[in-house]
């Protein structure tokens, strides 16, 4: 079972020249794995390696706690934070991509009940004020789909929730989405 989610760069505040940001989150039976890339030019990413050499366990306790300060306050809890750099060259077009990517577990968002699953987001999407509806996610078979700005920045939120013959629509059974949920009943 995999449900993933593509969000913004909540808080990377001295990498100011960000480009683009996904976040994914897949699903590990009832917690979640989140998957924040970014993708920015070379000055921003030379200054976020260096802060990281100086000290890796700051520099990560420090984003860590940015990133989930409002998430905790909606009963969700965070651990395994992981942070990843790379510099990418690509011989055809001779162009370089930099990405750092973050990383970590999300406990206490899914419930489970027989084969029934909800996953709730209100945590990611309230800081973000985004939600599922108002902001016509595109229903898709496999999740949800948004693309838009955030503080400025090209954004791509994709839900993508266990594969089913149609689409996740708005309160649709047995799997579907409200504001900030999304359900689907395990297959045999």
Same mark, same amino acid.
């Given at each position: #079972?995999?449900?993933?989610?593509? /969000?913004?760069?909540? +808080? &990377? ?9 996904? /976040? ?45 300060? +409002? ?14 750099? +790379? ?8 162009? /370089?991509?930099?990405?750092? $990517? ?13 084969? $029934? ?10 800081? &973000? ?8 996610? #595109? ?6 789909? *948004? ?15 266990? #594969? ?17 949920? &999304? *359900? ?5």
């Amino acid at each position: #079972m995999t449900l993933s989610i593509a /969000v913004a760069a909540v +808080s &990377l505040g001295a990498f100011a020249a960000i480009s683009k940001q996904v /976040v994914t989150i897949t699903t590990d039976e009832l917690s979640l794995v989140y998957s924040k890339e970014i993708t920015w030019d070379k000055e921003g990413f030379s200054e976020g390696c260096h802060s990281y050499l100086l000290n890796p366990e700051s520099y990560l306790q420090e984003l860590a706690t940015k990133t989930s300060a +409002s998430w905790l306050s909606r009963g969700v809890e965070v651990t395994d934070w992981q942070i990843s750099f +790379s510099s990418t060259y690509t011989l055809e077009t001779q162009e /370089v991509t930099y990405n750092t $990517r973050l990383q970590c577990n999300v406990h206490n968002a899914i419930s489970k009940s027989g084969d $029934r699953y909800t996953a709730r987001f209100q945590w990611l999407l309230t800081p &973000l004020r985004l939600d599922f509806i108002d902001d016509k996610f #595109m229903q898709l078979t496999h999740g949800l789909l *948004w693309e838009g700005e955030l503080a400025g920045v090209p954004t791509v939120i994709a839900v993508e929730a266990p #594969m089913r013959d149609c689409p996740y629509g708005a309160w649709h059974q047995p799997n579907g989405h409200c504001h900030a949920h &999304l *359900w689907w009943e395990k297959q045999p």
